[in-house]
């Protein structure tokens, strides 16, 4: 009876965790099902010069696939492209459209999806505040004008500070 994808993964970790085969032939076990389900290219190889931590790691992340089709299930065809999609804003032909991005602080959903160049028009204009080709904020949103006038310090200010560099200048960490 042939193995699965998920029992021939399980199985390359049992045997690497327990020593039951070498690194080598778990790491090439491991790259051969990589290509035989189109997770890595062929012509590629995987890093032999990784830790154990990270193979491991990898393995782990391969488990969690959910929807793994081989390169010999006939259901699933050679090509597994998409078929091309059109921008709706700028109606460049794109293969997939962007729904949403992310700042660092939250995902915003993108209505109607876009291409990725009008994804990032979108951002620098509602997220960066970017005048679109500028490369410069519009507005004075990023800077604020202090209307403090600027004194000179008063004589107790100034040594203070030329005490303070004073002791600082023979301080060692």
Known sequence: ????????????????????????TCMTLFEQILWEYGMLPKEEEMDRSISD?????????????????SNRDHEVSKDRSYPPQRCPLCSKQVR??????????????LKPPRCESCAVRWMEENILHYSVGSGVPKGDEFFTPDATAC?????DEAAFFDGYEKEMKNFKP
Do not use: C, W
């Open 96 to 109: 997939q459209l962007v729904g949403s991005v992310q700042d660092h602080r939250q995902i915003h959903a």
């Open 151 to 155: 004194t000179p310090l008063r004589k």
């Open 53 to 69: 931590d990270n193979f491991l790691g990898l393995i782990k992340m391969a488990l969690a696939h959910k929807d793994v089709h």
């Open 1 to 24: 009876m042939k193995m699965s994808y998920h029992e021939r993964l399980q199985e390359i970790r049992r045997n690497f965790v327990m020593r039951y085969q070498d690194r080598q």
